[in-house]
């Protein structure tokens, strides 16, 4: 069995900053890639940021310049920096692993509030 926990979501006002942490534990064989996807009210799930085993990254436009990703291979987590946020960015954030052999696994998902 695969478990992905997230932590770090909260309230913070526009401008501030958060750190979200997820790690992956359980059934692992290997993980090709680890992210994070975001759902606001009434929207669509979106890619945020995806980080590879290699350290490939990609991030969705929106982010670009003000969230970064990272990853600890050996320790099975990933982290967002979210920096410069906004009332836009305010969402359910949900982390994601790619498992060899075992497919994508999902976390609970954190809330993120941005107040403007």
């Known amino acids: 069995q695969v478990q992905l926990v997230e932590s770090g979501g909260g309230l913070v006002q526009a401008g501030g900053s958060l750190r979200l942490s997820c790690v992956c534990s359980g059934s692992i064989f290997s993980i090709e890639a680890m992210g994070w996807y975001r759902q606001a009210p009434g929207k669509q799930r979106e890619l945020v940021a995806r980080?590879?085993?290699?350290?490939?990254?990609n991030y969705a436009d929106s982010v670009k310049g003000r969230f970064t990703i990272s990853r600890d291979n050996a320790k099975n987590t990933v982290a967002l920096e979210m920096n410069s946020l906004k009332a836009e960015d305010t969402a359910v954030y949900y982390c994601?692993?790619?498992?060899?052999?075992?497919?994508?696994?999902w976390g609970q998902g954190t809330q993120v509030t941005v107040s403007s």
């Open positions: 980080i590879t085993s290699g350290g490939s990254t």
């Open positions: 994601y692993a790619d498992l060899v052999l075992f497919g994508t696994h």
